[in-house]
């Protein structure tokens, strides 16, 4: 059965990769771990690789054309083997990026009770009270406080 080979995501940020270079041309004999083309994303240049034994019977877009990740760039299956039901379900060239969906608001949660606004100073619990600070004996440089 022939499969289709699509656009892989190569990056975090990558949302369509262009076509550089096809180095396959339709018909040619592929194994798996060839190098069909070579993608240029957001960031770099990249080789895309075969995943399927076959022949290569679909190339979709050109060179210098966008896809989308997901979007179909090639088939690959047995010589002679009839593919065109799998083009009708994907895109061969990237769409428009569609417009980002309306942010959806967070339901309210209960108002929390308010803090306080103001509190008393802290105490410091190194020093007691009634020794004065000058007292205590010093174990810094020359013996300093």
């Not at 041309?25 to 069909?36: A, C, I, P, Y």
């Not at 083009?87 to 569609?98: F, H």
């Not at 959806?104 to 803090?115: C, I, L, N, S, T």
């Not at 009634?130 to 010093?138: D, E, K, L, T």
Request: charged share 25%.
């Amino acid at each position: 059965m022939a499969e289709i080979i699509k656009m892989p995501k190569m990056s975090d940020t990558m949302t369509e990769g262009t076509i550089a270079t096809w180095l396959k041309k339709v018909g040619d004999k592929v194994k798996s771990g060839d190098v069909l083309a070579e993608v240029e994303t957001d960031k770099a240049t990249m080789e895309l690789e075969n995943y399927e034994d076959g022949t290569l019977l679909y190339i979709g877009p050109k060179e210098g054309e966008a896809v989308a990740v997901d979007g179909v760039l090639a088939i690959v299956g047995k010589e002679g083997e009839d593919f065109s039901a799998l083009l009708e379900g994907g895109a061969a060239v990237a769409p428009k990026p569609a417009a980002a969906p309306a942010p959806v608001e967070a339901p309210k949660a209960a108002a929390a009770p308010e803090a306080p606004k103001a509190a008393p100073a802290p105490v410091s619990a190194a020093t007691p009270v009634s020794a004065p600070v000058a007292a205590a004996p010093g174990n810094g440089k020359k013996a300093t406080v």
